[in-house]
């Protein structure tokens, strides 16, 4: 019996992905749950597993398409027939509609509902809705929003509902912008993102408006100097460019500091064989965790978020530490939850795992999702020091550059000390430069002496 493998759907918002790769050959042998393509969304990339087992007969895509959800991935010739011998049947059948909600299978054994989803499958769904709701808390009210607007347009002959997706809708509505006289430049005018900024775009121009945004810049034809290169944007490259974008909005500040990590080295080396056994490294990184997570319940300022528009400061009751990744993809920023509650152990053998994720493309998008502050360590690279930007919503982040050894006068004499040279940038609109000095000095002084965390 030859049965199709379809994309299924991975998150409430995400319409379509790029296949970044096809992981299974034509006359392959696959089980349920063995992962066929990488995917990448604006969300995250990952590996989409099958429904079904057997001899792969066709494969419908390949690298580079982009797919919608529902599309035809690949045909396999299952074994379906023998199963069916082998099971005995059933003392009765019937066709009776209730009776096949209620067994979820039809009059051949067909499943109708999805409660026998392949584990791995239905891990992947969960994972990505549970990222979908957390990402962006507005989703339950974006999603009500557009189901009103659906339902009225229904019931006015007169009105066309707008093809975009909810999130386009909410973005129309915080810029003011009417939907339905925007026009979409997608398949059979769908109407994207940009579609939406464009529209805002063209309206300041034709009212007068003078300014205009950077992004918005024709750039000069680069070909008439030389030989050029041109590739698109990855999905990841995108984001963050969004991300950085959005960020720079808020009035930032780098404050820069040095710590004594002498003792704090001297600790690491003593039990990193301990947390080795344990499946962790441990690393200044993983203490920084535990001390950053304390430093934030001591100024509850940095863990937070402001509302400009409702003038309102949220503070958080939990701790989650993203920590930045370097990936052959971009910067991905796994976050270790709950980390006041987590011992140096824990939270060096998660640090591992979730980095390890990262690299070879197994980071789900909730494992990146819901972080209050992040650290972003590139002493294994270099430098003496740099500016990393705050992740709006949230209003900090440590940087953290290589260590050295450098002479210092303490009493009468100068002695080699191994010391760490941090930067701290936060919003300056939260923080003021005095609170942030306390803030890293804190921080400084905890991993000077390790046991000060304790105190």
């Not at 918002?13 to 006359?27: A, F, H, R, T, Y």
């Not at 805002?200 to 918005?216: D, E, F, L």
């Not at 609109?429 to 942030?436: F, L």
Request: with cysteine; glycine share 6%; aromatic share 6%.
């Amino acid at each position: 019996m030859i049965k199709e493998v379809k994309l299924p759907e991975v998150s409430e918002n995400i319409e379509q992905g790029d296949v970044i790769k096809v992981l299974v050959s034509v006359g392959d042998e696959i089980s349920i749950d063995q992962p066929l393509i990488e995917l990448e969304t604006d969300k995250a990339l990952f590996e989409v597993p099958s429904t079904e087992e057997g001899v792969v007969k066709e494969i419908s895509v390949k690298e580079g398409d982009v797919i919608n959800i529902g599309s035809v991935i690949l045909k396999v010739e299952t074994n379906a027939k023998e199963k069916k011998e082998k099971t005995p049947e059933k003392k009765e059948k019937t066709t009776d509609k209730n009776t096949e909600k209620e067994t979820g299978q039809n009059e051949k054994g067909e499943e109708l509902n999805s409660a026998k989803k392949p584990e791995k499958l239905k891990q992947v769904n969960e994972k990505a809705h549970s990222f979908e709701s957390q990402r962006n808390p507005e989703s339950e009210t974006e999603s009500e929003a557009a189901d009103k607007e659906t339902i009225k347009a229904s019931n006015d002959p007169d009105k066309v509902l707008a093809p975009a997706s909810p999130s386009v809708r909410r973005l129309a509505r915080e810029l003011g912008v009417e939907i339905n006289i925007v026009s979409g430049s997608g398949k059979d005018g769908r109407i994207s993102e940009e579609d939406v900024k464009n529209f805002v775009k063209a309206s300041m121009n034709i009212s007068g408006s003078t300014s205009i945004h950077p992004s918005g810049r024709s750039l000069p034809d680069f070909s008439k100097w030389g030989e050029v290169r041109i590739e698109p944007m990855s999905k990841i490259r995108i984001v963050t460019a969004e991300s950085m974008t959005n960020s720079w909005t808020a009035p930032m500040v780098t404050q820069f500091d040095k710590a004594d990590i002498t003792l704090a080295e001297e600790f690491r080396k003593k039990y990193s064989e301990v947390v080795k056994s344990k499946g962790g490294n441990l690393t200044i990184t993983s203490l920084l965790v535990k001390i950053c997570s304390e430093a934030l319940k001591k100024f509850p300022q940095f863990n937070s978020s402001i509302d400009v528009n409702k003038k309102e400061i949220i503070y958080k009751n939990y701790f989650n530490i993203g920590i930045a990744v370097d990936t052959d993809r971009g910067l991905l920023v796994p976050v270790i939850r709950n980390t006041d509650k987590k011992n140096i152990v824990d939270i060096s053998a998660e640090l591992n795992e979730l980095a390890e994720k990262a690299r070879t493309k197994k980071i789900m998008p909730d494992e990146m999702d819901g972080g209050n502050f992040t650290i972003s360590n590139l002493g294994g690279i270099g430098g003496t020091a740099f500016t990393p930007i705050v992740y709006s919503p949230q209003v900090a982040i440590l940087g953290v550059s290589r260590a050295s050894n450098e002479a210092v006068y303490i009493g009468e004499n100068f002695i080699p000390r191994m010391l760490l040279p941090m930067s701290l940038t936060y919003d300056h609109r939260i923080i003021d430069g005095a609170d942030a000095a306390r803030f890293l000095r804190w921080i400084c002084e905890a991993l000077e002496n390790p046991m000060y965390v304790f105190l």
